[in-house]
């Protein structure tokens, strides 16, 4: 297994513009998450796949922000009309089958975004 | 909503001391336990879990264990390495109405001086 890989793993942008980020889980992985950090914070839970059907978005996960997971593969994270308070570090993670049975998560190294 | 509380950091230790860093939660249920840790410049690592009470988990030297009546699941390890420097975060895992989400704590940076 190479690992979570994601990209870009820093993008610098200018207030109001759009990012997105990319995630390709572990292979085979079936369930992928999206987490948020802020400087100084744990990571914060948005969202997550199984396969291609994204199953829960957390309420911190505006209207700006959009998760896909079209094949069930690799996964976007877009946030439109960006803010600094959008600045912090974006976590993807991949998982087989459920936490809750004993699977394990593997988070990747993030994407590092701020908006000046 | 579930809940975490880790002792506030940031630590400081000399290489082989003993090392305890607090962890209690508020949870529905009896929830899966996890630490996690950060180095510096990197994603998040497992450390080790434990899931169901009085389980003990153990990696690389650290332990903890699952403590229902205390609702805590510290983590302990005996002799710790300048190596260990790291950011560690306690998190239990939210299965409510079949979500599957760790709920994590604010972290607890911990610097091993030689």
């Known amino acids: 297994d190479t690992g979570v890989s994601q990209d870009p793993r820093h993008k610098i942008t200018k207030r109001g513009q759009n990012v997105t980020f990319r995630c390709d889980p572990i292979?085979?992985?079936?369930?992928l998450y999206w987490y948020r950090q802020t400087l100084g914070q744990g990571p914060e839970f948005l969202t997550y796949?199984?396969?291609?059907?994204?199953?829960?978005k957390s309420r911190l996960l505006s209207d700006r922000f959009s998760a896909e997971r079209p094949k069930g593969s690799f996964s976007t994270l877009e946030i439109q009309r960006t803010e600094q308070g959008d600045s912090a570090m974006y976590l993807c993670?991949?998982?087989?089958?459920?936490?809750?049975?004993?699977?394990?998560?593997?988070f990747g190294e993030g994407s590092w975004l701020t908006v000046v | 909503g579930d809940s975490v509380t880790q002792m506030e950091g940031p630590v400081t230790l000399s290489e082989e001391a003993f090392l305890t860093i607090n962890c209690t939660y508020t949870a529905t249920g009896y929830p899966s336990l996890f630490w996690y840790v950060q180095y510096p410049g990197e994603g998040l690592q497992l450390l080790l879990k434990?899931?169901?009470?009085?389980d003990k988990g153990s990696n690389k030297g650290f332990e903890a264990t699952y403590r229902k009546e205390t609702t805590s699941f510290h983590l302990e390890k005996g002799s710790v390495q300048v190596s260990d420097s790291a950011v560690y975060f306690c998190?239990?895992?939210?299965?409510?109405?079949?979500?599957?989400?760790?709920?994590f704590g604010k972290g607890t940076k911990l610097t091993v001086n030689p």
């Open positions: 993670a991949s998982s087989f089958g459920t936490m809750g049975s004993g699977n394990t998560i593997y």
């Open positions: 434990a899931t169901k009470a009085d």
């Open positions: 292979s085979e992985h079936n369930r």
């Open positions: 796949f199984q396969n291609e059907a994204q199953l829960e």
């Open positions: 998190a239990p895992l939210n299965t409510q109405g079949g979500s599957e989400k760790l709920v």
